[in-house]
C-alpha cells in the first residue's frame, strides 16, 4: 500500500527568517509563507481574496541556508506536513499546530528584485547625518 504527505507551496515570506536552535545544539530555520487564492463571487460580482499562513521549519544545512531570506521574498518550499501538539503556558488545555517540515526550497524572485530589495532594506537601515 502506498502512502504519501507531500506538500507543495509558492508564495511570499510574511517576516525575515529566524534561525533558533534546539537545547542540543540542532540549528533550524522557521518562518511563514503566505498562500491566496482569488474568486469572483457570483451573485455581487464583487472579487474576493482569502490568504492562508503557513509555518515552515527547515532544519540543519538547508536551514541555515534559509536563514537569510527577506521578508517579502517569493518562494516555493516543498516539504512534509506535519502536526505538532503543545501546551500553551498560560492555559491547562493543549494547541495542536500544523507545520511543514521543508525538504527542499527555492527562491522564485528576479535577480533584478532581489538586489532591489537588499539596496532598499540597506537605504533604510542607514541612520542620517544631521
Known amino acids: ?3 504519501k504527505n507531500r506538500i507543495t507551496l509558492i508564495g511570499f ?3 525575515h527568517a529566524e534561525t533558533r536552535h534546539t537545547s542540543s545544539g540542532t540549528a533550524y530555520t522557521r518562518f511563514s509563507v503566505a498562500t491566496s ?3 469572483k463571487d457570483g451573485e455581487t460580482g464583487e472579487y474576493n481574496t482569502r490568504t492562508e499562513w503557513h509555518r515552515i521549519i527547515i532544519w540543519n544545512k538547508l536551514g541555515q541556508g534559509a536563514a537569510n531570506l527577506p521578508k517579502g521574498a ?3 518550499v516543498e516539504g512534509e506536513l506535519r502536526y505538532r501538539e ?3 503556558a498560560e492555559s491547562d488545555r493543549s494547541a495542536r499546530v500544523a507545520e511543514i517540515y521543508a525538504g527542499s526550497i527555492l527562491l522564485l524572485d528576479r535577480p533584478d528584485r532581489q538586489s532591489a530589495s537588499n539596496a532598499s532594506d540597506s537605504e533604510s537601515s542607514e541612520k542620517p547625518n544631521d
Do not use: K, N
Open 37 to 39: 487564492v482569488s474568486w
Open 13 to 15: 515570506l510574511g517576516q
Open 1 to 3: 500500500m502506498l502512502c
Open 86 to 88: 503543545f501546551t500553551p
Open 74 to 76: 517569493y518562494v516555493e
